[in-house]
């Protein structure tokens, strides 16, 4: 009946610390060597979570930036889709930021996080990976081969920054939480769902054969294009609130995922030695 598990990372497969647990290893590889096809999607950079799929030991497409990016298991690139340059331009400037500096910028380039200051405290987030990023000025940058635009801030500050964004951009962004202080913008073809679509084609199977766990508002897609979409009980009240009819199971921080991947594979719920 199943034949595709994808899943988001953070609040999702990954646990409180941001990392990969012994239990969530054993289960994926376990079902892949089933016969299990894996898709990770994600927010991250695809320079993180390529470091966190060799963590897992397993090979599964990989969709990063909120659907900007599409790798195949052997890193192939299969779907990119930038901001226009003028707009990440426009992006980092003051006028949508802010003239306070409270905001931290973030620009997802191919190979490179770039961010316009030091803030160490983001690399708890990447402890499985070692993925860093570079302080750049990012005003000066030609906005070239940009996936996203990230804002990471004080929820009151990025509503202001969603609101001066949706005057003067519109329809022409995607504009997302993926958590209460990061918000996420892509172009406006951009989003997971989209991108499983895509990935479910080359493998062709249909969405009804698909599983998917998400947490937050940029797994809404994704909720809504699998067949057997699951929410986590620890996900964002706003994502309950818009998808009321999507079944909730554990949390990330008890290996949630993995729970009920053995669950509904009818694997023992005992850790593999």
């Known amino acids: 009946m199943y034949k595709v598990i994808a899943t988001d990372l953070d609040g999702t497969l990954l646990n409180a610390d941001h990392q990969v647990d012994p239990f969530t290893v054993a289960t994926v590889r376990r079902l892949e060597s089933d016969g299990l096809k894996f898709v990770i999607a994600t927010g991250r950079h695809y320079c ?19 659907g900007a990016r599409i790798h195949a298991p052997d890193n192939t690139v299969i779907h990119a889709d930038d901001l226009p340059p003028a707009i990440v331009q426009r992006l ?5 930021v802010g003239t306070h500096g409270r905001v931290i910028v973030n620009l997802f380039a191919d190979e490179a996080w770039l961010i ?6 983001l690399l708890e987030f990447h402890q499985d990976s ?13 906005g070239v081969d940009i996936a996203k635009v990230l804002y990471i ?61 998400g947490d937050n508002m940029n797994d809404i897609d994704l909720l809504e294009t699998a ?16 998808l009321p009819n999507v079944p909730r199971i554990g ?23």
């Open 48 to 66: 993180d979570v390529a470091g966190i799929r060799d963590l897992l030991g397993i090979s599964p497409y990989l969709i990063t930036s909120n």
């Open 92 to 96: 980092v400037q003051p006028e949508i």
């Open 116 to 121: 316009d200051r030091e803030a160490p405290e």
């Open 130 to 142: 070692g993925f860093s990023y570079h302080v750049t000025d990012l005003p000066q940058h030609d």
């Open 153 to 213: 801030g004080d929820p009151a500050d990025l509503a202001h920054i969603s609101a001066n964004l949706e005057r003067e951009f519109g329809d022409a962004l995607y504009v997302t939480y993926s958590l209460p202080n990061c918000l996420e913008v892509m172009t406006s073809n951009v989003s997971k769902g989209r991108a499983l679509q895509i990935v479910l084609g080359l493998l062709g199977v249909d969405a009804s054969q698909c599983v998917a766990f």
């Open 227 to 242: 067949g057997h979409p699951f929410m986590m009980n620890n996900a964002n009240p706003d994502l309950i609130t818009r």
């Open 251 to 273: 949390n990330n921080f008890e290996a949630g995922v993995a729970h009920h991947l053995r669950k509904l594979f009818s694997l023992s719920d005992e850790l593999a030695q």
